[in-house]
């Protein structure tokens, strides 16, 4: 079977890249800087439905994603990470960095305010900047 995106996180995100094992998207949400990876397989649910290689993949992806967004956001306080699966189950990880000052702090950002989606212009700003970081990372 083909990988293919949940169609609710490919509403609610915009590509960034593919690495490694994920592809690499970005919450359509302004007020937090918060990737979305997605291991490119098919009918993966949890964490444990991956080879054992491929979760240690998975968390070097992870980790991959903590410093991009550390080096696009240097005023990150804390990365949040993790893999609920709740309202979506195909496996993906939250990787969300964190400011004292955001709109949800120091709570988790789920059912905080609206949704602020990126204007145009600032989403391809910032998803240029995310790529950069990326193939600095990689």
């Not at 990365?79 to 195909?90: D, K, T």
């Amino acid at each position: 079977m083909t990988f293919k995106l949940d169609p609710r996180l490919e509403a609610d995100t915009r590509e960034v890249i593919d690495i490694d094992l994920s592809t690499v998207r970005l919450m359509n949400d302004q007020r937090f800087p918060w990737l979305i990876l997605v291991p490119r397989f098919a009918d993966l649910v949890e964490v444990t439905d991956l080879s054992h290689s491929d979760r240690y993949r998975l968390m070097d992806n992870v980790a991959c994603c903590c410093s991009v967004l550390q080096s696009v956001f240097p005023d990150t306080h804390k990365i949040n990470v993790g893999a609920l699966g709740n309202m979506v189950s195909q496996l993906h990880v939250h990787v969300i960095a964190r400011r004292t000052t955001d709109a949800a702090w120091p709570n988790p950002v789920w059912g905080v305010g609206k949704s602020e989606p990126y204007e145009a212009n600032a989403l391809g700003v910032v998803q240029g900047r995310l790529r950069a970081a990326f193939s600095e990372e990689q």
